[in-house]
T-cell receptor, first 109, second 115 residues
């Protein structure tokens, strides 16, 4: 079966750096997405990786290793507003999105 | 403001009743999707539509139906609600058919409780 694994919850301190990991086993691969979802709100797009390596976008970076079935989202200079759930999703060979359950990130002052 | 509008925001429904969740987008996106989100689980695709006039089944389609009469609207109907359909429902859209760089825009969600 297809599977996306990410930690259920993480805690970090304001101003620090946090890395949220995502491992996947899917039928084929057509890209990996990260979305941010604040409590009670809609998911919003953060990043897309289809080739190996690091994609940087401001305070957020996303890394992909296709051979390892692994990605991480790196958040730098954490702010209180970064408290949210972070959803990892992989597009499989049928162009269907397979979603992880999300990682709830708690930022403490 | 361009985006997706879902209605109702929340609803409590008696088991056995029929319910339609409405979804309207003003971005002229071709593809639209309905997902449900349950605690501890990833988003699960219920139904999708790649273009007006066509629909397809997702991962968990049983008990749900959809229609796509035009580009903007994509209602989701529960013919006879059951308690296991208690969930938060998200409508989403994307510019083109599913592809590698298919970024989804989500509505704010509809919280449905079936008693």
């Amino acid at each position: 079966g297809q599977n996306i694994d990410q930690p259920t919850e993480m805690t970090a301190t304001e101003g620090a750096i946090v890395q949220i990991n995502c491992t996947y086993q899917t039928s084929g691969f057509n890209g990996l997405f990260w979305y941010q979802q604040h409590a009670g709100e809609a998911p919003t797009f953060l990043s897309y990786n289809v080739l190996d390596g690091l994609e940087e976008k401001g305070r957020f970076s996303s890394f992909l290793s296709r051979s390892k079935g692994y990605s991480y989202l790196l958040l730098k200079e954490l702010q209180m507003k970064d408290s949210a759930s972070y959803l990892c999703a992989v597009m499989d060979s049928n162009y269907q999105l397979i979603w992880g359950a999300g990682t709830k990130l708690i930022i403490k002052p | 403001i361009a985006g997706i509008t879902q209605a109702p925001t929340s609803q409590i429904l008696a088991a056995g009743r029929r319910m339609t969740l409405r979804c309207t987008q003003d971005m002229r996106h071709n593809a639209m999707y309905w997902y449900r989100q349950d605690l501890g689980l990833g988003l699960r695709l219920i139904h999708y539509s790649n273009t007006a006039g066509t629909t397809g089944k997702g991962e968990v389609p049983d008990g749900y139906s959809v229609s796509r009469a035009n580009t903007d609207d994509f209602p989701l109907t529960l013919a006879s609600a059951v308690p296991s359909q208690t969930s938060v429902y998200f409508c989403a859209s994307s510019d083109g058919p599913p592809s590698g760089a298919n970024v989804l825009t989500f509505g704010a969600g509809s919280r449905l409780t079936v008693l």
